[in-house]
């Protein structure tokens, strides 16, 4: 007897439903629950300062020194893992590493992958940066049909990606966005305050125009992985600690991170 196309059909969809059942289930039961994890994998991409960078072959920033009073006071390892910053969310996805840090922002589409903490830090305004032998910007109108260099997958590549006027230039780090805008190869950058103070005090303040962009800012908070909503739970109640007893104050302090 000949079966139906229909038939077919919903066999082939049953079957499908059960195999992802069953992936989903023994990847759970292969994943290791929050108590069982005595070193902490967190990924980082060591070129955003002043949250990880690269000083003296030596990974730093306030990040990591974030996670590492984190993991003292969990009685926890903490291990480091260096990757391009587009290759994070899928290594906590595949369970390579537990945890992103590193001056994330809880954008809308990350959050769909990953758990984010309570913000550490709050109201990081976004800028635009040009050289001081161009007009200065006015408003964000000033930047229709000029090329404009954002940091590629932060929130300001997601906020100026809503806007069709200008020309985005998309780059992968604060060094090379000033480069280019040093070298004329853009007319301005599009960043986080904070991630700029470091090139202020290198290049000097006086040789840019900085124009704030209106009821825009960024928060930073760590992501964790969804199978390990423990660990987020037990961070969230740290970090509340850390702001009782100042020290994510002091962090920021010794970090050149206004309050």
Do not use: C
């Not at 959050?111 to 200065?136: G, M, N, Q």
């Not at 090379?176 to 950058?189: H, I, P, W, Y």
């Not at 960043?191 to 470091?198: E, H, L, Y």
């Not at 199978?227 to 020290?247: A, G, V």
Request: proline share 5%.
């Amino acid at each position: 007897m000949k079966k139906s196309p229909f038939l077919i059909i919903i066999s082939f969809i049953l079957i499908a439903i059960i195999l992802t059942y069953i992936f989903k289930k023994r990847y759970q039961n292969n994943s290791p629950k929050t108590e069982e994890l005595s070193t902490i994998i967190v990924g980082i991409s060591a070129d955003y300062p002043p949250f990880t960078y690269v000083d003296h072959d030596k990974i730093v920033g306030f990040d990591i020194d974030l996670m590492n009073e984190l993991a003292h006071r969990l009685e926890k390892k903490v291990e480091f893992k260096d990757l391009p910053f587009e290759m994070l969310i899928p290594e906590i996805q595949l369970g390579h590493i537990h945890m992103m840090a590193g001056g994330m922002t809880p954008q809308e589409e990350r959050i769909k992958h990953v758990l984010f903490t309570k913000p550490y830090i709050a109201d990081d305004h976004l800028l635009v940066i040009s050289r001081s032998d161009e007009p200065k910007v006015t408003s964000l109108a000033d930047l229709n049909n000029k090329e404009i260099i954002v940091n590629e997958g932060y929130t300001a590549d997601a906020y100026m990606s809503m806007l069709s006027g200008p020309i985005l230039k998309r780059l992968p780090t604060v060094s090379d966005a000033f480069l280019a805008l040093m070298s004329k190869r853009a007319f301005a950058f599009v960043t986080a305050a904070i991630a700029v103070k470091p090139f202020f005090d290198l290049y000097s303040k006086d040789v840019f125009h900085i124009y704030v962009i209106p009821s825009v800012s960024e928060s930073y908070a760590l992501a964790v992985g969804k199978n390990y909503k423990t660990l987020l739970m037990q961070i969230n109640t740290e970090l509340e600690k850390m702001k009782e007893d100042k020290f994510i104050e002091k962090l920021k302090q010794k970090w050149g991170i206004a309050s």
